[in-house]
């Protein structure tokens, strides 16, 4: 959306590191809008548990759009329970295909301990390289500095929340109020 049709509403970094047996997704809290901060506290990593099934779930852009698609996902899961790869695939071709979603303007990392998927509006669902992924305006340097660490003797929980400190110390929409979850990966 171009910045004559909507202010610009910037600050997320979400970063998703899958280690040892376990997934931790990690995300700041500030919210701004242009050059003001509007919230430090947002919270942009939820546990959902549609059919019984935990996914973790982390969205950057609009908290409308988010909530929106995390509604669907959720709808998807109780339709195929403990199936996030299937629910991914079709939100994701919903979300390209509907001509009410395909506005919608939000990344999604999800997870439920075993699977990590990026799900974005193009259609995609990619599972990243690495066993790291990472969206939102300061996710470029959340990705770099997980990925630096990756293969160091941290946990996942630590290379997260380092990652996600050294992206607040460089992007300026992104603060160091973090919300973490883990999820382990099921036998």
């Keep these: 959306m171009s910045e004559d049709k909507f202010p610009g509403w910037h600050g997320t970094t979400i970063v998703g590191v899958r280690k040892g047996g376990e997934v931790v997704l990690a995300g700041d809290g500030q919210v701004s809008l242009g050059q003001t901060v509007i919230k430090g506290t947002a919270r942009k990593v939820r546990r959902i548990s549609p059919g019984g099934h935990d996914v973790v779930c982390g969205f950057a852009g609009s908290t409308a759009d988010a909530f929106t698609l995390l509604e669907r996902l959720e709808a998807k899961l109780e ?109």
């Design 79 to 187: 339709a195929s329970p403990g199936q996030l790869a299937k629910a991914s695939v079709e939100l994701a071709k919903d979300w390209r295909m509907d001509k009410y979603l395909r506005n919608l303007e939000a990344m999604l990392i999800v997870t439920d301990g075993s699977d990590l998927f990026v799900i974005t509006g193009a259609g995609d669902v990619l599972e990243p390289e690495n066993d790291v992924a990472a969206i939102g305006s300061g996710g470029n340097f959340a990705l770099a500095a997980a990925r630096a660490m990756a293969d160091s003797d941290k946990s996942a929980e630590e290379v997260a929340r380092r990652a996600l400190e050294i992206a607040a110390e460089i992007c300026v929409y992104t603060n160091g109020n973090m919300t973490v979850e883990k999820i382990s990966g099921s036998a």
